[in-house]
């Protein structure tokens, strides 16, 4: 099992997205959707510190995020990455994107490489991710990316996972 932090940032490129990291540059764009243990960013300083929280994850092995950036404008539209369990051979799989990106492809393109990175490259056991009941879009999304169902949790949620080749 291959943990970050990597010499170099892994960038990742599928037809119609890239994966790369987020610069400090980024951050006025994704201040909408920047989120950090569920808590929401309001200012473009709650963004910076969420952003240097998650780097510091980063550096200390413990996940890895992407920015989503749309091939044809070279805009990030999104997030997505592992945020907790890589040191057991697992991660939670989490992803938001800016409202006017969704419904055109571009998260399901982003989850498929972001999964494939955690499967091949750092050879996760399983894959995870929680969302609640009444994300319809989201529970697609998973089952469109085979992720199977596993348990309904406090709170109204539920987790789905995908096995790796053990």
Known sequence: MKLPPYHIF???SGDKISLRQILPSDIKDLIAISFYDSIQATTLEQAAAMQDK???DYNDGNSIHWGIVDKATNKIIGTCGYY???DKGNGELGCVLLPQFRG???MTQAMQLAIDFGLNKIRLKRVWAITTKQN???IQLLERLN???IADLQDDEIEYELKGNV
């Open 10 to 12: 892994p960038n990742i």
């Open 147 to 149: 992720f199977i169902k």
């Open 136 to 138: 319809i879009k989201a």
């Open 54 to 56: 998650i780097n510091k």
């Open 104 to 106: 055109l492809g571009f």
């Open 84 to 86: 907790r369990g890589l």
